[in-house]
């Protein structure tokens, strides 16, 4: 047992320090080519993350580039699937959503789902799935998967919903989308005042989104983990409304919260891409 467990962590420090091996020689050349890429005169406060696909399953890049924000996040890679990195800043959101909730939020919360979720796909076939396949699978699992859907639903609903937001976003959209929405929803006015009525008007935890259904652009509020992947539906965005996402901010005023999301974080652009 001893010369087991002993072996055991022999072999978990030695996997350890290759990864901090590799780690800090990524690191190293990221910095390298940031220097390169980068004139030595930018300003101070101009992003300095490199642009990130924030679905990509990499080592996840701590956000300690912003001076403002605390890091709550460990910078050692999970083992399975890899919590992606933000696709901005923690403090890009702010005022409207502060670095404060984003490093609780992300560093935190949807940490601890993606944790969990490897926790139990572990030795399961489920391990080294993408988590879209988790998702759907844990779906169809019943009772006996509930624990993994929730948990694997928590971290793709988060992944979707920090990329329907950005900084400077909101407002009416343009173009087609433009139209879109008017047709289904008969204004931006109404599309707005809807989104946020269906916020306000959830009980308890859960996530409103805008949705493709029957070809059809509707808004459709989840509880707890719930969501449209797995309901038929093309989820288009979404935003948060468990009081972890503005509690720090609005306290318990979600309707403030939601407002802000729709009128100057609302990433059209996501919308753009996932309609097609
Ligand atoms: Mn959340």
Same mark, same amino acid.
């Given at each position: 047992?001893?010369?087991?467990?002993?072996?055991?962590?022999?072999?978990?420090?030695?996997?350890?320090?290759?990864?901090?091996?590799?780690?800090?020689?990524?690191?190293?050349?990221?910095?390298? #080519?940031?220097?390169?890429?980068?004139? +030595?005169?930018?300003?101070?406060?101009?992003?300095?993350?490199?642009?990130?696909?924030?679905?990509?399953?990499?080592?996840? #890049?701590?956000?300690?580039?912003?001076?403002?924000?605390?890091?709550?996040?460990?910078?050692?890679? /999970?083992?399975?699937?890899?919590? +992606? @990195?933000?696709?901005?800043?923690?403090?890009?959101?702010?005022?409207?959503?502060?670095?404060?909730?984003?490093?609780?939020?992300?560093?935190?919360?949807?940490?601890?789902?993606?944790?969990?979720?490897?926790?139990?796909?572990?030795?399961? +076939?489920?391990?080294?799935?993408?988590?879209? #396949?988790? @998702?759907?699978?844990?779906?169809?699992?019943?009772?006996?998967?509930?624990?993994?859907?929730?948990?694997?639903?928590?971290?793709?609903?988060?992944?979707?919903?920090?990329?329907?937001?950005?900084?400077?976003?909101?407002?009416?959209?343009?173009?087609?989308?433009?139209?879109?929405?008017?047709?289904?929803?008969?204004?931006?006015?109404?599309?707005?005042?809807?989104?946020?009525?269906?916020?306000?008007?959830?009980?308890?935890?859960?996530?409103?989104?805008?949705?493709?259904?029957?070809?059809?652009?509707?808004?459709?509020?989840?509880?707890?983990?719930?969501?449209?992947?797995?309901?038929? /539906?093309?989820?288009?965005? @979404?935003?948060?409304?468990?009081?972890?996402?503005?509690?720090?901010?609005?306290?318990?005023?979600?309707?403030?919260?939601?407002?802000?999301?729709?009128?100057?974080?609302?990433?059209?652009?996501?919308?753009?891409?996932?309609?097609?």
């Amino acid at each position: 047992m001893s010369n087991d467990s002993s072996h055991k962590s022999t072999a978990s420090a030695g996997r350890r320090a290759f990864i901090v091996r590799a780690l800090g020689a990524t690191a190293a050349s990221a910095l390298a #080519q940031r220097a390169v890429a980068e004139p +030595p005169k930018s300003a101070p406060g101009a992003a300095t993350l490199p642009p990130a696909d924030p679905l990509h399953r990499g080592p996840l #890049q701590p956000t300690a580039a912003d001076p403002k924000a605390p890091v709550p996040i460990a910078s050692a890679p /999970m083992g399975g699937l890899e919590l +992606p @990195v933000l696709p901005y800043l923690q403090s890009a959101l702010e005022p409207h959503i502060t670095a404060n909730t984003v490093a609780l939020h992300y560093g935190k919360h949807h940490r601890g789902y993606y944790e969990k979720t490897n926790t139990a796909i572990q030795g399961t +076939p489920l391990a080294n799935k993408p988590l879209e #396949q988790i @998702v759907k699978e844990s779906a169809k699992g019943g009772k006996a998967q509930s624990k993994l859907f929730d948990n694997a639903a928590q971290a793709w609903n988060h992944n979707f919903y920090w990329q329907s937001m950005k900084p400077k976003g909101g407002g009416a959209p343009s173009g087609e989308l433009g139209k879109r929405i008017d047709k289904d929803f008969g204004s931006y006015e109404q599309f707005k005042n809807r989104l946020i009525q269906t916020a306000v008007d959830h009980f308890s935890n859960g996530w409103v989104w805008l949705v493709l259904e029957k070809n059809k652009l509707k808004i459709v509020d989840t509880h707890d983990a719930d969501t449209p992947l797995v309901r038929g /539906m093309k989820p288009l965005l @979404v935003s948060d409304v468990w009081e972890h996402a503005y509690y720090l901010d609005y306290k318990n005023v979600r309707k403030d919260y939601v407002t802000a999301f729709v009128e100057h974080l609302l990433n059209w652009d996501f919308v753009g891409q996932n309609l097609g």
